[in-house]
């Protein structure tokens, strides 16, 4: 009886072992600066993005989250073949940036509302605002240009769909007609921060 006892106790041990979960892997944590243009069709012309990214990459699966924040800044074009437009553009990410690393390739998913704080005609302000901003967040994506060094960087390209805009005052129908459609791209360069 008590083997039988020392046993079962044995195997149960044994049994509870191998339930035991493997220890996953830790996040692997990457800090690029981001410097880069978007082009949009409509108005001919691209604006400069600038930033910072932190990434953090699950080793096991090649899955990565990240945290964008891109600067403020301004798209200059001409409307009606002459007339000085300038724009001033926050791309606003509304959630962390999601991708995958795998075999040397980066590929991310974002989306992100692309708000206007003015737009000037002549260098007068006819639309803006802090609610001037698109309908909805617009969804990129984007996919590393050749191989993607996580210990030194690289560069992404993608497109993207700008929509309509709202919130912008009385000039918010010509507003979108001058930017909003398909078409438009992303060229980036991410540079490691890390030391």
Do not use: W
């Not at 301004?74 to 990410?93: Q, W």
């Not at 617009?138 to 769909?161: I, Q």
């Not at 919130?167 to 909003?180: I, K, N, P, Q, T």
């Amino acid at each position: 009886m008590k083997k039988t006892t020392r046993i079962l106790a044995l195997t149960g041990v044994f049994a509870f072992g191998l339930a035991q979960p493997a220890h996953a892997q830790e996040p692997v944590s990457y800090a690029y600066t981001l410097e880069g243009s978007s082009h949009v069709l409509r108005t001919e012309a691209s604006t400069p993005l600038k930033g910072d990214v932190a990434v953090k990459l699950d080793p096991a699966t090649g899955g990565l989250t990240a945290d964008l924040t891109l600067a403020r800044s301004s798209l200059r074009f001409a409307l009606m073949g002459g007339i000085p437009v300038r724009a001033d553009i926050v791309f606003a990410p509304t959630g962390p940036v999601t991708g995958t690393f795998k075999d040397g390739v980066l590929t991310t998913e974002s989306r992100m509302l692309v708000k206007l704080p003015v737009v000037r005609i002549l260098g007068l302000p006819i639309a803006g605002g802090d609610k001037c901003e698109t309908v909805y967040p617009t969804y990129v994506k984007l996919t590393s240009d050749g191989p993607f060094d996580l210990a030194t960087g690289g560069t992404l390209k993608g497109t993207y769909t700008l929509p309509k805009f709202e919130g912008c005052g009385r000039y918010e129908d010509l507003v979108s007609g001058m930017a909003s459609g398909p078409g438009n791209t992303v060229d980036l360069k991410l540079t490691s921060s890390q030391s």
